[in-house]
C-alpha cells in the first residue's frame, strides 16, 4: 500500500500497473508522470494482510493541500507479492490546519 501511495507521488505507472490485479486494472492508467501532490499517508485501519494470509484491507487517508482522499483498499496476495484487487473512495474533504481553518 505504502509503495504504491510512493509511486503514485512520483508518477511512477509501471510500478501502479505491476501492483495492480490484472483483471481489474483498466486499459491505461491516468498517472501524472510528474506525480500528485499528495503530502502525508495517514493508514486508517488494516484488516488481515499479515504475513500468513493472502488477502488484506487497508483504509488510508491520502492528504494533499486542500484537503484528504480517503479509500478503503483491497489486496491479495499473488506469486508471493501483494497486488491492489480494487477500492472504494469513502470520502474527500477539506483538511484543516492546526488552527481548525479549512
Do not use: K
Not at 18 to 35: C, K, Q, S, Y
Not at 46 to 54: C, D, E, L, Y
Not at 58 to 76: D, I, K, L, N, T
Amino acid at each position: 500500500m505504502r509503495s504504491r501511495y510512493t509511486a503514485f507521488v512520483v508518477g511512477d505507472a509501471a510500478y501502479l500497473a505491476r501492483t495492480w490485479a490484472p483483471e481489474t486494472r483498466p486499459a491505461t492508467l491516468d498517472v501524472n508522470p510528474e506525480g500528485e501532490p499528495f503530502t502525508r499517508l495517514e493508514i486508517v485501519e488494516t484488516v488481515a494482510g499479515g504475513p500468513f494470509t493472502n488477502e488484506g484491507v487497508v483504509e488510508f487517508a491520502a492528504h494533499y493541500p486542500g484537503g484528504v482522499q480517503r479509500e478503503r483498499s483491497r489486496f491479495e496476495r499473488r506469486d508471493g507479492h501483494w497486488v491492489y484487487v480494487d477500492g472504494a473512495t469513502t470520502s474527500r474533504f477539506p483538511s484543516r490546519d492546526d488552527s481548525g481553518v479549512i
